[in-house]
């Protein structure tokens, strides 16, 4: 659900809305004539405020949560080239209409986040940040920030990234709490409306729990599956918004919609606030690769539960020890129903210890002792040491020694560090005066220095440099 600018092309999810409008509207006309009823029947009446519907209420509330939840909530423009090395990476520089100018004519992808930790760490899709070189975050009272990626995940189609600010973060809710019919909120950036702040808010209700969309999952090499279903009206650029419930608190992110076409009015889907989505974002702030466990079989459903494995791979954790023809019922102690489950149960599984195999064999059940391997088709996500930032022309990546800085990959002949002394590999270790341990330090004193005070100190040749302010 990502939208590219007019101009440019459409990539990832497609996306539609279903909106609560036309059912307040309908609602609304039951309340100016009643419908008719058979005579021995009480008619049952809908007025704006009554003991069954409180319509001024109900506004009241979607007011109340807009106004507390949207300032957690981020605008993502993001595009597929760097920056000039003219452009500032200061937030009191960036502005809307700087950015607008900035990115004219570029490739430009625009999508929704929200902050998960107040130290300014932003869950969004990996397809929003996926093939994005520059990236901008706008909050929702119109502050632009540069953002770097701390990590992603291809595969369940998260990312993290990290701004130079700190903003309130968002309350999750229950995942047991989460039941169909209740109301939905949704918060973000549809076809980039919201790129200098103000985010765009529709309402629904959870539709269904448990969806999988298996056509999309293997068009694009993820796992989207254990979905909500809601009729919140999202759109290109919505993916990676929160999806809140009529409390302010979040039971999804936002991820998929099915476009609306002669057959359907549009289709929202959202990964659940659940354990498994508590897990990967620790793991994503902290930079550390995800990997997903592997057992080695082809499955497919088995009509008396469980699934039954249809093939074996040679040299696959399962060879030797799981056979054609078992009925595989549990990984890990988790109960297998049906593939969809048996595909996040054994990817969810460790591989650094054997697990514990449940199948059902010639009628008896057996239990076996299995070292899963790491998935070999699971596309590998940004992680610590493969961190990317862009700034004044150059391209910059962790240092590789104990004492911290930033590495130079490459750097522009238009860069005004490339004039004085800074080269490809060299390693920057002082800006302003002060030590630089990691790009996330370097985001931060980037955003408070005035770039004419950005003194440049690399190693080994101990070259200083100062960046010139302004446009060049």
Excluded at 227 to 233: D, G, H, K, P, Y
Excluded at 294 to 323: C, F, K, M, N
Excluded at 447 to 453: F, G, I, M, S, V
Aim: with cysteine.
């Amino acid at each position: 659900m990502l939208y590219r600018s007019p101009g440019a092309r459409f990539l990832g999810r497609s996306s539609a809305a279903v909106g609560l409008l036309l059912g307040l509207i309908t609602l609304l006309g039951l309340a100016a004539t009643p419908p008719t009823v058979a005579a021995d029947t009480k008619a049952i009446r809908f007025t704006a405020r009554s003991d069954t519907v409180d319509l001024a209420g109900l506004e009241r509330q979607f007011r109340e949560v807009a106004r507390r939840v949207a300032p957690s909530v981020v605008a993502i423009t993001a595009s597929a080239e760097p920056a000039s090395a003219s452009v500032p990476a200061r937030s009191a520089e960036l502005t809307g209409a700087l950015l607008e100018r900035l990115l004219q004519g570029t490739s430009r992808i625009v999508g929704t986040g929200f902050c998960v930790d107040e130290d300014g760490f932003i869950l969004t899709n990996e397809h929003v940040i996926r093939d994005a070189r520059q990236l901008y975050v706008t909050t929702d009272d119109g502050r632009t920030y540069c953002a770097l990626v701390i990590g992603s995940d291809p595969r369940s189609d998260l990312a993290i990234l990290k701004i130079p600010a700190k903003l309130p973060a968002v309350t999750f809710a229950d995942p047991a709490e989460t039941v169909r019919g209740q109301w939905t909120i949704a918060l973000g950036n549809p076809i980039g409306l919201a790129a200098g702040g103000s985010m765009s808010m529709s309402v629904g209700v959870v539709g269904a729990l448990g969806r999988e969309l298996p056509k999309l999952s293997e068009k694009e090499g993820r796992l989207y599956s254990n979905l909500i279903q809601t009729t919140a009206e999202v759109n290109p650029g919505n993916s990676g918004g929160p999806l809140f419930d009529i409390h302010g608190k979040v039971i999804g992110v936002v991820t998929a919609v099915v476009l609306p076409h002669k057959t359907t009015n549009g289709i929202g889907f959202a990964i659940p606030a659940d354990a498994v989505l508590s897990q990967k974002i620790q793991q994503l702030k902290r930079g550390t690769p995800i990997v997903y466990g592997y057992l080695g079989v082809a499955v497919r459903d088995h009509a008396g539960g469980g699934v039954w494995v249809t093939t074996v791979g040679e040299q696959t954790p399962a060879s030797g020890l799981i056979q054609q023809g078992d009925i595989l019922v549990r990984v890990n102690g988790q109960a297998v129903s049906n593939e969809a489950t048996f595909v996040r149960v054994v990817g969810a599984a460790p591989v650094d210890r054997s697990v514990e195999v449940v199948v059902n064999r010639n009628g008896r059940e057996v239990r076996l002792a299995v070292r899963l391997g790491v998935h070999p088709d699971v596309r590998p996500g940004i992680d610590q040491s493969s961190q990317r930032y862009f700034w004044r022309g150059m391209e910059l990546a962790p240092g590789t020694t104990a004492d911290g800085g930033v590495l130079v990959c490459r750097i522009t002949s238009d860069s005004p560090l490339m004039g004085m002394g800074v080269r490809a590999n060299s390693l920057i270790q002082s800006v302003a005066g002060k030590p630089v341990r990691d790009l996330i330090t370097l985001q931060k004193l980037l955003d408070e220095t005035p770039a004419e005070l950005c003194q440049v100190i690399v190693a080994p040749t101990e070259v200083q440099t100062t960046v010139a302010s302004g446009a060049e």
